[in-house]
Structure formats: structure tokens, C-alpha cells
């Protein structure tokens, strides 16, 4: 079997090592961070895992957190606008799970060690690919930095944006009343971003990750430009200022008097450029360097997919490595074909989402969303399989086949808000 | 739902028009040919149906023949060298199935108008195709007339040769006994070509499809070379002359009193040069032009997978059909990533398989085979997954990581010729 050397420690890293390790495959994963760096450091995301993520991981021993106890299977979505629907409800057919990545991480590199991996604390650069290929025979790069992301190069037929479309700020909020039944809930505020808040289990016990996407020269993207550790209780204050005019039905449920980060720091501010990146490289000596996760696309987080694409691309990494035993520029090939549907589907579906101003197809299918329970399920269970999505809100005619298809189900709308 | 235009009445367009009136996606067939005239011409091939075929086969309602009663499940091998391995054996996890054509369309079609579709009889030219657009949403051309060929144009990536590598013949035969199991025995006589011996089922039963793949400028060219309408009674005598000579371990079972084809005129005689051509193309007012089977790829019947590549393109496009509802270029695009890791493979594989003279690799993979049964048997179980057997033989590393994966195994070299 090939040796496999795996640059990063993320999920995409780690689903791969495991999954190899599982099937007898010698691998070796160099990170930059120690688990405890990673445990004592700041928030890493707010990422959902949902169904197919959370089976990947009870297939590799790894699900240490079931559904049942740390999961959610609802979406609530809300429009902030004049005569608005009222908020419109998706389930999907399986339950998705929000965990703080400083547990997650370390919990899975302990696995890996424990059941016989070796993970080399050590920073990487593409300088040093040629030396790594002396060790191993595929090297897989499964970090984000820069300069991997240099290293590959981009996709221009995937990657649209000369620059971030929505300014970030996610925190881990204490005080925000969980939904019942425990839910996501997407608010809309048209022209100035959505807010995301997902029930996260953290250190502390269960959280609101608040993600607040907002539009760059909206009224809200002072909540990505305003630094919170300049001022908590300023950022706190202005935070509770803007959900309440933004995002109300979050702000509901906020008890004022406990709103607060869950600890000091708990907050990720900046902004992310989506690109797809090219598939791999080959080293002068043929072996092949392969970007996977991160390093090969960068989503924004809107619709919380990055950890579930990274686990995706590790399995079919892992599959493919595992079926020919030979890590050569046709293996390479192979892994490109079987993701670019997906990794293609969903760069379409959140550049779609985050396009501004909102296209009027997209407005048309949120629109029809909050009249059509099954459209809204449709779209709420297309979390798991994004490209679904992708090919959902692609152009104006896919928008309006997926409302006849849904029309011709028939719906009872006063199901569609209160079931 | 969209309207779909389908052009051919072989394997893939009944496949598509089958699967997609199971949907309830309105379509209409094209052909030249009626089921009369297909019934009572010439025979069409000596293709075997593998497992995922006549299952879904099943799933449409139209596995009218059963394997346990049609089929056979085993591979017989013969290298025709001086001190040459014993004839070896590859065993299929499921059953395979040999029909005569003239049978099988003609009931499919049947059934598809049975079923309320159209079959027009019609010659379509490309130069239609704007008409046909006004009728249809999608036209999908499953027919692999000249005309379409140009009309789609070659991948040079994956079409290498600029003519064809076998000159072929192929015969229904009477007065060859079945092996015992039933079993297609494929008998190598290096630099001269291979003998695929069939057991296929006729309109007056069993008999044995000889299909005989000549190296050109080989001693056994002249079975394609000299027609046997001309003097039937001399090429039966060559034949009998050359199999005797080249694959003796058919020639064995054959009881020369009784030899003769099953009727007259039961043989075609010709040559194939393989093909990869583009997925698609695009008429002015947007409507997609879909290349599917022998239009979109032209394999030499060597491993017999033209139907099996056919049905597997059918479902593909039936699926992405299905799915979106929405026949735009990006359902196109879909459909091309789905099977070009199948289409591709499969090249890959028959186009080694028939390169001349036959590369060492191969030849050390079929050396290993015979003394490996279970090499054997998963090169024989991937005729159902032939992109498999592509990725076996692409290169020498592979096919030594081939080997190496069934050496851990263990084999027992008594086993590999017995069993």
C-alpha cells in the first residue's frame, strides 16, 4: 500500500488519515498546532455536520457525540421585511449536529494517535513538497493558508469573485433561548446579510453561534469591521442593537441580561473569498500533490458546508487510494471526476446565495419556499447533498421547474408555517 | 417535464425511453429500422449482458429472459503457447447473458409501445436536429451512424487510433458443445488475435457466437478478410482450419459434422475503430444535443461492453433527467461528468487489451491471472464495472499493484486451474 503524507489537521486531514488508517494504509499528518494549541485557541467555525458527515463518522468511530443528544433536524427561515411571511419551517430526514471545533479537533487527533497514527507537529510550505515526496508517495494538502492556495492556483470557471462577498462575524453567545424544537433559524435582511444562529455545543455546554453575514457597505457590517476585543461590552451592545433591528426573531429570544460571549474571546471576525481551486499538482519526480478540503475550495460559510465538503473529499480521497493501491496522475483524475459535481453544485448553490443584490430567481424560490412545505424540505435536506441546491437555484428556469415539480404535490400552505 | 426526442432504437435509446416512461417523462423513439426488420435482418452483435445491466433490466420490467435459465457465470482462458498455463478460470459474482439482438430489441420495442411510446419510423440526419427541437426539449442521438460521429466529433484524449486494431468476425455456430459449467471461453493466440466463444440464445436456441478478433496482417485476418457469402461452405472450412490451429480448446468441442451457422447468413464481418467523442453539443436556440452509447463511444467488441455501456449511459442520462426536470447545458455537463470515469476507463482498457503487439504489462497481468485465481477472478467480475479493468491495466505499476494485492491474499495455483 502507498504511504501517504496528509499536510493539516482539519476535518478533511483527519476524516482522510482515519479512513485510510481504518483500511491499513501507512499515513503520517503534519499540523502546525498542537491539540492543546487547538483547544486553548480561539473558535475555529461554526460548521454543521450534517447526515452524511455524522455517518462517515460513526463508520470510522468517531461519532462521540450522537444526534439524539447533540443534534437538530429543523430549519426555521425568516424574511425581515414589510408584510413578510411569517417564519417558514424545513426538516430534514436526518438530524445534523453543531460542535465546537476545539473539542472536535483534538478529539479526533487523540483517535488517530491512539490507534496508531503519528501526527508530526510542523509547519509546511510548498518548498518543502519535493523533500515530503522522499517520504511519502502522495502528499495531501488539507490546510486552507495561503500559500497552498498559491501552490494549486484557481479555477476562474468556478471562482466568480474578485472579493469577499459578505463580512463576518460568528461568536459563541450565551443567553439566546433555544428554539423548540431545537432548530437553526435563518434570518434575512435584505440588502445588509443573514444571520445564522445554530445550537452549538461548546466547553461550556450548549451555545447560540451567532453568524452574522453581512453585506460589505450594508448596515450591518460594522459587526464584521468593529473589532469585539477593542471593546466587548461596546460590541455586545451593538450586537444586541442590530439583531433586534435586523433579526428579530433571534432577538426574541435573547435575555438581555445574559448575552454575553460564553468565554472571552469566543468570536471569529473577517471575510472569505469562495474559489475552487485546481485539483493537484505533480512533483518533478511524478508524485502527485493533492488538494483536498480547504486548500481546494474555500466556500463561504452561509450555508455552513466547508466541513462537510472536506469530509466528503476525504472519503472519496480515501476510496480512491484504497481501490487502486497506486497514488499516480490517474488516481489524481479519478478523485477530480467524482467531486466536481459536488464541490461545482455547491460553489454554484452559496454563490448564488451570497450574490448582491439577491438575483430575483433566488428571492422567487424563498419566496415559494415559505408557501411549499415540501420545497422548503427539499431545500432544508439539500444541506446534506449541497449540489442538489446548486442545481436547484443554477438559473431562473431550474428555480421555476423545482416550484412546478413542488406545485404538482400540492401543498396545504397553513401546514407549510405551523407544522 | 421535459419532452425528450430520442434517436436509436438499440440498448441505449429503448434503455433511456424504458427508464425515463417508467418516470413519466414523455418521449418518442426515432429509428430507421422496424422491429420486423431488425427480427429478420442480419445478426447485430454477440454483446453479453453483465449483472448491473439485466438488474436493471429488472427495475424496467423487461428481463424477459432469466440468467439462471439464459445466463452463465464463469470465464474460461486459454493462452495458445507452447508450454502455455492450463486453460484458467474467472468466476462473475452474478450471471451474465447472451441474447440474439433480433430478439431482444424487437421485444423491447414492443413493450415501449405497449407501454403507450412512439416509435416513428424515420432517418434522422443532424441537419434535423433544429426541426426536431421545435418537437422536443432534449434530443438524445443513441444511434452510431457515420453522420452523428462527425456531428459530435472525437476526444483525442481518448480515442488513439486512427484505425481499427481487430478485423472482426462473428458467427452464430451450430455443433459446438457448451462447456460444462456454461462459460464464455476466451482463447488467445498471441499476434494472431483472440476467440471469444459466447454461449448465446437464438431464435432456435442455444448456440456459440464465435466472434473471432484478428491482429490485421495476422494469420487469422483472412477470417474477416474473405466474405462468407461468397462461399459459405469454404469458410466453414476455414474456419474449422484456423480455430483448430489457433484455439484449440474450442476447436475440441466442436462436432465438425454438425458445424454450420444456425441460418444462413448468420455472421458479421468487419471492423471497429474505437472512439471517444464529445458529450454534447448545442443547437442555436440552446437546445442540448446528447451523445449517448455507440454515438458517443465506439469500443471494440473485444470485451464485449458495448450494450453494458450503453445501458449504464441510459441510466445516467435518466437520472440527471429525473432529478432536475431541467434538460439545460448544466444537466449536459452533468451527465458528461457521470460516465466519463466509466467511458473513459472502459477505452482505456479494450484499447490496451487490443494494442499490438500486446504490451508486457498485460501479458504479465494475464501470466498472473493464471496462476491467481483470485486475480482472475475480480478481472473477470469487472466486466461488470469495466472502468475497473481500465484502471488495472493502465500502467505497469498498476498492474504489479494488482498483482501484489492478490499475492497478501494467498493463492493456491491447484485452486486457480481446478475450481
Redesign the interface.
Known sequence: MPDIGIIGAGTAGLHLALLLQQAGVPTRIYTNQTAEQIASGPPQNSVSHHAPTVARESAMGVNFWPVDEYGYQVHYHHLNVPDGPPVFRGDFLRPSRVLDYRIYLPRLMAEYEERGGTIEQRSVEPADFEQLARRHDLIVVAAGKRSFAEYFGERPDASPYAKPQRHLAVGFWDGVAQTEPRAVTMSISPGHGELLDLPITTFDGWASALLCENVPGGDLEVLMTQKESSDPEAYRRLTLEKLKEHHPTVFERIDESRFALMRPGDILQGAVRPVVREDYRTLTDGTVVLALGDAHATVDPVTGQGANSASFEAQVAADAII????V?E?FAQ?VA??R??RVDGLSTWVNTMIETPTPPHLQKLIGAMSQMRTLCDEFTENFSYPH?NG?MV??P??VD??I??HAEIGQDPTDAKAH
Chains 1, 2 share one sequence.
Open positions: 481501490e487502486d493501491g497506486v499516480d490517474r479519478k471526476l467524482r466536481r459535481e442538489r442545481d443554477a438559473t428556469a431550474r421547474a423545482a412546478a415539480r
